[in-house]
């Protein structure tokens, strides 16, 4: 009763809202009450349900209850059928276990975002494709992208390099370890009708393409996982020990002019004083954090880095 009760307050909350601005991806509920901890994600006619590790002071016994009853209730107060909600459980990932493969059921639902049109996998890896909390971030990318030489590093499935190429971006270049999420952002780019060659698709560790690529960019987007043990890696890769070289690399392929936007979404981050005497920095997350995800300020952190 309660948590559909706060479902359906949600619901008129932002029922507006995602109407107005045309939003078929959104959070709806975020752990709200922490009885009910779970996030729940609308997906056009689709639902992705994540539990949260309960907190030690919750009995287990009395979580997963609450969690039967949160699932029972979605599909009546949202309309939606019981096979189109997809429900994962969510415990602290580390490292290689955050993209191993749940299920192989490949099935791609294509949803809408601003002018893109973009595929999402609900069932068979712990993320979806598209994360929704960088919403922000990739329609600013899609509004400065015009005429700009992009560059996405830690791509994943591209979602913000279609931003950009939509946005009448001169070039883009995509670059990321993982095979599959570099065929994913090649299906993205097709299916919004960018085929051409200059949209690049680079599989290779950033790190060290970046130590080799001699271009110059307008706009870098640098999304890096927390950490890394990934067996192509040589390293572990720890984004706060890593962060510093990784931005003074990033910086030597921006123009005079350009802009570097730098996110992670590790919650203990410190930026490193060194960068900021060295580069013009701006921490932009206020402005980048869209309102389903303002209950959960600590989603990410965004800076702007310029020359």
């Given amino acids: 009763e309660m948590f559909a009760n706060r479902l359906k307050k949600n619901l008129r909350l932002m029922g507006k809202w995602v109407k107005k601005e045309g939003i078929e991806c959104y959070r709806l509920y975020d752990a709200d009450m922490p009885e009910y901890a779970v996030a729940v994600d609308i997906y056009k006619d689709?639902?992705?349900?994540?539990?949260?590790?309960?907190?030690?002071?919750?009995?287990e016994d009395k979580a997963h209850q609450r969690l039967l009853e949160a699932l029972e209730v979605i599909p009546g107060v949202l309309g939606i059928p019981e096979k189109q909600v997809v429900f994962k459980r969510r415990e602290r990932q580390s490292g290689k276990r955050q993209y191993e493969k749940l299920e192989q059921s490949g099935d791609m639902l294509e949803v809408k975002e601003g002018q893109c049109r973009l595929l999402v996998n609900l069932r068979d890896y712990l993320d979806t494709g598209l994360f929704l909390d960088h919403r922000k971030m990739r329609l600013r990318i899609a509004t400065e992208a015009q005429g700009k030489d992009v560059l996405n590093l830690f791509c994943y499935t591209g979602t913000a390099?279609?931003?950009?190429?939509?946005?009448?971006a001169a070039s883009t270049t995509s670059v990321d370890l993982s095979n599959t999420y570099l065929g994913w952002a090649r299906k993205n780019l097709l299916l919004n009708g960018m085929v051409d060659r200059k949209h690049r698709l680079e599989q290779t560790d950033c790190v060290e393409w970046l130590k080799q690529e001699k271009r110059q960019y307008d706009l870098i987007f640098m999304d890096p996982p927390t950490f890394s043990n990934s067996k192509r890696m040589r390293d572990v890769f720890d984004i706060q020990e890593v962060h510093v070289e990784l931005v003074n690399l990033a910086m030597a392929r921006l123009r005079k002019g350009g802009v570097l936007y730098f996110s992670n979404n590790f919650r203990r981050f410190q930026l490193a004083e060194e960068l900021e005497q060295k580069f013009n920095v701006e921490e932009i997350t206020a402005s980048t954090i869209d309102r389903d995800f303002q209950r959960r300020?600590?989603?990410h952190r965004c800076w702007s880095i310029k020359h």
């Fill in 297 to 299: 300020p600590g989603i």
């Fill in 46 to 59: 689709w639902v992705h349900v994540q539990e949260y590790a309960a907190p030690k002071s919750i009995d």
């Fill in 161 to 168: 390099t279609v931003h950009a190429a939509v946005g009448g």
